[in-house]
């Protein structure tokens, strides 16, 4: 997400963020490099909720990958950028995590957009 979170992922110990010379995800360092990251440096965007063409279908947003940071970009074009921290951290005193296999997790798009929203966790 472009360092908006990034202190609520698993490797926020070692990592300084997507833009930080000591990124440490897994797709940043392949040898293809992420998609996402190279397309926001190369257009001068803060992160894909600024696109014309979101959502692309490339890597975080392909229908083979969990949907939770399509979701949380779509709020953040919907909602603004405030507006999606103010979300994150309501839920977070809820008792809500959005780290790696926590609350949002395993949902369709719709189901993490609603759970961000309304604070309302719906158990399937």
């Known amino acids: 997400m472009r360092n908006l979170i990034c202190k609520f992922c698993h490797l926020s110990d070692t990592c300084g963020g997507c833009k930080s010379t000591t990124n440490s995800c897994g797709k940043y360092l392949s040898e293809e490099g992420c998609f996402q990251h190279n397309y926001c440096l190369k257009k001068h965007l803060n ?3 600024e696109c014309q ?3 692309c279908d ?3 947003y392909s229908t083979d990958h969990d949907p939770k940071i399509k979701a949380f970009a ?3 074009k919907e909602d603004g950028v ?3 921290i103010q979300y ?3 839920n977070k005193e809820r008792g809500m995590d959005v780290s790696s296999g926590k ?3 395993n949902k369709t ?3 993490v957009l609603s759970l961000l929203r309304t604070g309302i966790l719906n158990e399937k």
């Open 53 to 55: 063409e979101f959502p």
């Open 109 to 111: 798009e719709k189901e």
């Open 47 to 49: 992160g894909c909720w």
């Open 58 to 60: 490339r890597y975080m």
């Open 74 to 76: 779509r709020c953040i």
């Open 82 to 84: 405030d507006q999606f």
């Open 88 to 90: 994150v951290l309501d």
């Open 103 to 105: 609350d949002y997790d």
